[in-house]
């Protein structure tokens, strides 16, 4: 009976080693959206970096406070409260670059989450193409480790989100 315990034990504990190193070689992922919408260039960045307009496209969205700066300022800080399987959950962005019609970057921050994210805009005569690349990283080693599999429900929620945006845009 010991023995069984202790090799239990060890399986436990080599299981709990596996998954903390997972986060080590694999301590961010990156993903990728992509939509084309059937609007100008100007439209569809001025609907996409409109305040007003993001709990429309960006689901649970429950508020956003800006800290610091002013709108398309590098630099300037704002707070997003969101609503995710009945779990509030609260982010500190900060703009990064701004290129009006090209380019709008910022980090992301969380409790449990850094992001880097890179949104181009690419003109397409009467349709312009939204491409969305992001890089996350959990805050701590436990983050990091969970984090590698939920790499496919980032992407999904990213979809959903950049498809709503697509509707908004065209609708406008």
Known sequence: ??????????????????FFF????????????????NKPIEQSFKVF???FLLAEW???LKGVRWISGT???????????IELDGKIYTTTEELTVFKEN????????????????????INKGESTEIISSSKAEGSNIFWKSIFVFYKSIFSKRDKVMYDRLKKLIESN
């Open 71 to 81: 709108q398309n300022e590098i630099g300037s800080k704002w707070e997003m409260t």
């Open 102 to 121: 090209e380019l709008l970057a910022f980090t992301l921050n969380s409790d449990v989450l850094s992001s880097n994210v890179e949104v181009k805009f």
């Open 58 to 60: 960006i689901p649970g």
């Open 1 to 18: 009976m010991k023995r069984a315990i202790k090799y239990f034990l060890l399986f436990l504990l080599l299981l709990a080693i596996a």
């Open 22 to 37: 997972i986060g080590i070689i694999i301590p961010s992922f990156t993903y990728e959206s992509r939509i084309t919408v």
């Open 49 to 51: 970096n409109s305040p």
